[in-house]
């Protein structure tokens, strides 16, 4: 058995753990007498299983790396936060949202990100999110609960998403009630005061992160101006009440920072436009208004040509998407964004080889990148290059934390490369990650069936058996 494999594994067993029973030190909310961080620590990843099961979660190593530096930016700014846990993530939806969930778990919709005009508004939602985190405000309602109980928040938040879209307001509130019920909307919904204190730490977090503290009240004037598109019913669903008293007390605190001119860096356009790209959809009538668009002049920056050869890739036109991301890289040659989406379209072209070098060099000057590990990982498998691509996903093994779909490719790997009796465990993690306690079950059980040389292999398939065994234990308790 290959010493990295072990040694990696322990790792992500490691950082695959809840957290410890011990207790955390007490940051001062009354909320702590009754609902532990540990607690919520725990009820939160069960909640995130259930989201990458359910809900349309947008796995680009792209996007997820930006999104991650930019929450964790903020969160070094808020004292409070430098103690939690946090992962941020994207949902595919149109809608201008953003919301949080115990354990510090934040979810950005896909709209909110397009809709944004500058980064700064952007990292307003996050900076605002992440106070709700720090300040226990979910929590503390759940204090008021007699018992440990809140709803299947992934089945609540499609329901709510249903209300959102939906024409019919009879739906939506037939779908609401259908995953937990209309009690359960107020351990969801902030209250004024909450909205409050997260506005004031969050817009103080923007402006000490280097951003741009008014971009928080052109966000809540973007949100005023769109709260048109949602219907009467949709009122009482929104989870940030917003109100004219608000955005006034939002601007006079943001008027106490000193103006600040800040120019926002090509990535946040890159990932604008990507997320643009990969939402849109597909059809003769959106391929051929691109393509006019495109013709006529009309996507001016580097950006926007970015965005439009990430479309043509999705719609199968190679030869156009080529033309225009040579042409980017070769006008930046540093830009990760170009070279990983020429390597993208080796790979759906099946010629990795003209990527490898360039992507491994890259990943060289720049380790510990996300979206250059996955594309690499890629470019090998697609290559059958099955050990170079293993050993690489192990190196990397701590960024499946964030990002299990990576154990997808790493078993892929294992069983190119001939370490069969890898494969159960690996996708026992990915499906345990994903929700999916049954699979993962399954397949853990299966791999204790299975010959292999490492010492440590049964007790840690042990362990993540009776891991599961508890999750499902827990669960049961809070429905």
Do not use: C, W
Not at 14 to 38: C, K, N, Y
Not at 175 to 191: D, E, K
Request: hydrophobic share 40%.
């Amino acid at each position: 058995m290959n010493k990295l494999y072990i040694a990696t594994m322990s790792i992500f067993m490691t950082t695959s753990t809840l957290i410890s029973a011990a207790e955390l030190p007490d940051i001062g909310s009354s909320s702590s007498q009754v609902f532990s961080l540990v607690e919520e620590q725990a009820v939160g990843d069960d909640y995130m299983r259930q989201i990458r099961a359910l809900a349309p979660v947008i796995n680009d190593a792209e996007i997820n790396d930006y999104i991650q530096h930019l929450g964790f930016k903020l969160v070094e700014h808020n004292l409070a936060a430098r103690d939690r846990q946090f992962s941020f993530f994207v949902l595919r939806d149109d809608s201008i949202n953003a919301f949080a969930m115990p354990g510090g778990y934040i979810g950005l919709h896909t709209g909110l990100i397009t809709k944004s005009d500058t980064e700064s508004e952007l990292a307003s939602v996050i900076g605002h999110e992440i106070a709700h985190v720090t300040q226990r405000h979910l929590a503390r309602r759940l204090e008021r609960q007699k018992e440990l109980y809140i709803p299947s928040l992934a089945a609540f938040a499609a329901a709510i998403l249903i209300a959102a879209k939906s024409k019919n307001s009879d739906a939506g509130v037939g779908a609401l009630m259908g995953a937990q019920g209309l009690a359960q909307q107020a351990l969801i919904n902030h209250t004024r005061s909450n909205e409050a204190e997260a506005d004031r730490i969050g817009i103080s977090t923007l402006h000490d992160a280097g951003f741009d503290a008014k971009g928080a009240i052109t966000f809540f004037e973007k949100m005023q101006e769109n709260a048109g598109y949602y219907s009467n019913a949709f009122e009482f669903l929104r989870t940030h009440p917003l109100s004219r008293s608000r955005i006034t007390d939002a601007r006079l605190r943001a008027q106490e920072y000193p103006p600040r001119r800040v120019s926002d860096p090509l990535k946040y356009h890159l990932i604008k436009e990507k997320v643009r790209a990969i939402t849109a959809k597909i059809n003769p009538v959106t391929i051929q208004r691109a393509n006019t668009n495109y013709k006529n002049g009309e996507f001016k920056s580097n950006a926007e040509l970015y965005g439009y050869a990430i479309f043509m890739i999705r719609a199968k036109q190679y030869e156009i998407a080529e033309k225009i991301l040579n042409g980017l890289r070769f006008s930046d040659i540093k830009e990760p964004a170009y070279a990983i989406a020429i390597a993208q379209l080796d790979i759906e072209r099946n010629t990795p080889k003209k990527s490898i070098s360039i992507i491994k060099d890259m990943l060289v000057q720049t380790p510990g990148n996300l979206a250059l590990v996955e594309t690499l990982a890629e470019l090998y498998l697609i290559d059958s290059d099955f050990i170079k691509a293993r050993e690489l996903l192990l190196e990397n093994i701590h960024m499946t934390e964030y990002a299990p779909y990576l154990l997808k490719l790493l078993s892929e790997a294992q069983e190119g490369s001939g370490h069969k009796s890898e494969v159960y465990e690996t996708e026992g993690n990915y499906l345990l990650a994903m929700g999916d306690l049954g699979g993962a079950r399954i397949q853990f059980e299966q791999a204790l069936n299975i010959h292999t040389e490492d010492p440590y292999a049964r007790a840690r398939i042990n362990a993540q058996i009776n891991r599961i065994r508890e999750y499902i234990r827990q669960r049961s308790l809070r429905h």
